[in-house]
């Protein structure tokens, strides 16, 4: 078997057939299976699920980690493939990720590019955003991998034991990947997935979901707060944690960022689309540059209440995050050791 297509399910009935019928008509030499991994779903997916996948498991625990593990285990491709059951690949998905390992031996796992399926502006703008923000996190060799598609090596997936039972598990995994070898995410072919998490948090509220849970991950003193808790009951009277923010969020950073609605949204309404649709343009620039530019985006985000409800900590939080990441990596260039 050439490759296994894994989807984790938990009451998906309404997204689940599209899903699957885009994976049966995949246009590939490849010899593949279908296994949906459910975790107890009280819907119709699992009904749903019987009618396309070759084999349908069940997950003794509601995690999706630990869903996709179960799915492994049942396995039997040479490559392990995640999809989501709210995310659609296109007919020469399963190819591409044929013809991606078998050119480049070192390769040990990587993610496709992907766009919403709406045409919702504000949402458009938020996928060019997160798309140039993985493109860049690539290139300079810190490879994010999004869990609504995700193609390893079966070797490599066991040696690692599978994903963890962690909020973001998906960037865990990835952190993991990196330090064994060679990862990507490539541009050339993409999927299409759901807005859903931007639907129900907002769209600076996804942002800091991702940039805040990243940094847990890398910041050893904030280690013990993502394993144990998820990340949505988080809040800001947990001194601890709060503590822990401010340390790495000192104030000098968020300077100059007081400026009034009118003042902002004069100086920078247009820019935002400008910036957004020259996401080649992104590709390219410095790491300073980048910095830059994202503090821009989020600030715009804010200014234009294109969420309901932000605080000023959050945003502060959210640019602290591209900051400190940007330093970091200076700091690593520069051959400084913390």
């Given amino acids: 078997m050439d490759i296994s297509v894994i989807i984790p399910t938990l009451n998906e009935e309404k997204s689940i057939e599209p899903c699957l019928k885009a994976i049966k008509s995949q246009e590939t030499r490849a010899e593949y299976e279908i296994i949906v991994s459910d975790c107890k779903s009280e819907d119709g997916t699992v009904k749903i699920a019987k009618k396309y996948a070759d084999k349908v498991v069940f997950s003794e625990r509601r995690s999706i980690g630990i869903a996709r593990n179960t799915g492994a285990n ?6 392990l493939v995640f999809i989501d059951a709210d995310t659609l690949i296109p007919k020469n998905y399963l190819e591409k990720v044929i013809e991606k390992f078998e050119s480049d031996p ?3 796992a990587f993610s496709a590019a992907f766009t919403f ?3 919702d502006k504000r949402i458009k703008i938020v996928e060019k955003f997160t798309n140039s923000y993985l493109v860049f996190r690539d290139k300079i060799g810190l490879t994010v991998l999004p869990g609504f598609n995700i193609c390893v090596r079966r070797d490599i997936f066991n040696t690692l034991n599978g994903f963890r039972d962690v909020p973001l ?6 952190v993991r990947l990196r330090k064994m070898g060679k990862t ?3 541009t050339d072919f993409y999927v299409i997935t ?3 998490r931007l639907d129900e948090m907002g769209l600076l509220g ?6 805040e849970m990243d940094l847990a991950m890398r910041e050893p003193a904030l280690k013990k707060f993502l394993t144990y808790n998820s990340y949505i009951p988080l809040r800001l009277n947990e001194n601890s944690l709060y503590r822990e923010f401010e340390r790495i969020y000192n104030a000098k950073y968020s300077a100059g960022i007081d400026l009034t609605i009118s003042e902002y949204l004069q100086r920078k309404t247009n820019e935002l689309i400008k910036i957004m649709d020259k996401t080649d343009e992104l590709k390219n620039l410095t790491i300073e540059q980048f910095t830059e530019k994202m503090r821009n985006i989020l600030r715009l985000i804010v200014e234009l209440k294109l969420e309901p409800s932000i605080i000023k900590e959050d945003m502060e939080r959210a640019i602290g995050m591209i900051i400190h990441r940007n330093r970091e990596v200076r700091r690593k260039r520069n051959g400084k050791v913390n």
């Fill in 74 to 79: 049942f396995s039997e491709g040479r490559y």
């Fill in 106 to 108: 070192e390769l040990l």
């Fill in 117 to 119: 399926a709406t045409d």
């Fill in 169 to 174: 598990e998906d960037g865990e995994f990835a």
């Fill in 184 to 186: 990507r995410y490539f």
């Fill in 194 to 196: 759901s807005s859903r």
């Fill in 206 to 211: 996804t942002l800091r979901y991702y940039f």
